[in-house]
RNA sequence: GGCGGCGUAGCCAAGAGGUAAGGCAACGGUCUGCAAAACCGUCAUACCCCGGUUCGAAUCCGGGCGCCGCCUCCA
């Protein structure tokens, strides 16, 4: 109010739009255009119908606080504001925040922050697409509508984090089960790798055309996060990388470069916050979580053994029908050289 | 209705006037007793549609269509 950005208008304080010059430079819009369309019933208290409250009076029966403007609550752009400089100072890098929130929200937010300050708010503002359920909106009224740990209890924490990775976050995300199938698919197909490169106690010698690979990892990391983050292309240059692993395990073997390989992927992916579990943890997890019906690990194992014995006397038609058995409640075998290992099907 | 954004293969996604990156999936092959895993290979005469500019357009211009967000209060 000191600087004539806003006003008292009966127990409120408005923010006066047309006061502040890059009002709307954010969401693109000219105060003139928006009037256009405005529908809003315009406030009597307000002196432009653009104009938001910065503090309004509380009604009979509301909570409220004492003010020199009489009892109230502040305007509801206010405790962004608020907690931002509180912890981040009148300027700082980044606000994220969805889509929809582009405007009003935001573009309230930076005018009544420049305002006050005089700085500049935010240097960079990231917008996320919304969430799409098989291609609808989600929304409550499509009854398509769940929370974020009623996901987690249908998928992988880790596999949520690695869908929306793979998307941009400009674009909408599109949930269904199908995408979310693929996702642990994908995360399971990464620890495996990761497994393998992990079993390197023996490690002998280098491989270069891994250690370039990596290399190229990480160079590809900081150009695709520059790039306006665009998480999608760094997976996809991590299953490059995963590639080039296997490649080296299949043919070079057990390295010290798988090592560092799994040393870097384990430090770049930390930043996306995911690929932090040891792979060992992964797999026990993976089989402990599985959704396993009619049959116990304890059976499974008990079944490989026969199907084992089964297979050193060529007994075939007995092992494959152990391993359809098995096939039936969802377990997949693995034949490897140092034994049989099995996982759970992702449902 | 107004404003902003988006539309590239089944999915994710690069490209921003010079003749469609990459990943996932799918399919074929190698390996395997057979599988699984892994590896190798194939996979858009085509970029929502219709016009226009240009030697040349997914990229530029015009007009459509579709989708998303916001435009009252609350956060």
Known sequence: MEKGFAYRSGNNVFF????????????????????????????????????????????????????????????????????????????????????????????????????????????????????????????????????????????????????????????????SEKNMYDSEASLERIYLTLLRASETQKAKGRDAKLESSIRKFEEDFHSSMSDNFNTADVVGNLFDLIRSINRSLDSVGRTQSATLALKKIKEICGVLGVLHQEPAEYMKQRKSTANLSNIDPFEIEKLIDERNSARKEKNWKKADEIRDYLNSKGIVLEDRQDGTDWKANIT
């Open 16 to 175: 006066s739009v047309r006061k502040f010059p890059d009002y709307g430079k954010l969401s693109g819009r000219s105060l003139d255009h928006m009037l256009e369309g405005v529908r809003i019933d315009v406030n009597e208290e307000k002196e432009d119908p653009l104009d938001f409250a910065l503090w309004k009076e509380s009604k009979p029966g509301e909570p409220f606080w004492k003010s020199p403007w009489g009892n109230g609550r502040p305007g509801w752009h206010i405790e962004c504001s608020v907690m931002s400089m509180e912890y981040l100072g009148t300027n700082f890098e980044i606000h994220g925040g969805g889509k929809d929130l582009v405007f009003p929200h935001h573009e309230n937010e930076i005018a009544q922050s420049e305002a006050a300050s005089g700085e500049p708010f935010a240097k960079y503002w990231l917008h996320n697409g919304l969430i799409r359920i098989n291609r609808e909106k989600m929304s409550k009224s499509l009854g398509n509508f769940f929370t974020l740990s009623e996901a987690t209890k249908r998928w992988s924490p880790e596999a949520i984090r690695l869908f929306f990775l793979s998307h941009h976050y400009q674009n909408p995300a599109d949930f």
